[in-house]
């Protein structure tokens, strides 16, 4: 894959302590879940926060941690778990 997979951001909260992305459409989430953890980020897949509806290909992401200067390593684990897990 010569490009990462794009997920997409609808909204960009002025506050809070996460941010929902959507990815493709036929993304593997439990995988994706699986190989981010492994490599020690860890991400919710929205599965778990609406059980009673479909609600696609989303994940939670908690940018409330104690250590942002973090985040540029979590999201290039993300991208590369993203590559494996997508179409």
């Known amino acids: 894959m ?6 997409h951001l609808s909204l960009i909260p002025k506050g809070g302590l ?3 992305a959507r990815l493709p459409d036929g993304t593997d989430l ?6 981010c953890e492994s490599a020690g980020v860890m991400i919710a897949v929205g599965t778990e926060w609406f059980p009673a509806e479909p609600a696609g290909p ?7 941690g104690p250590n942002p200067s973090a985040f540029p390593e979590g999201a290039r ?9 997508s179409p």
Request: cysteine-free; overall charge neutral.
């Open 2 to 7: 010569s490009t990462p997979p794009q997920a």
């Open 18 to 20: 996460n941010l929902w």
């Open 30 to 35: 439990e995988g994706l879940t699986r190989d």
């Open 58 to 64: 989303f994940i939670r992401l908690n940018y409330a």
């Open 77 to 85: 684990i993300l991208g590369h778990a993203l590559e494996r897990n």
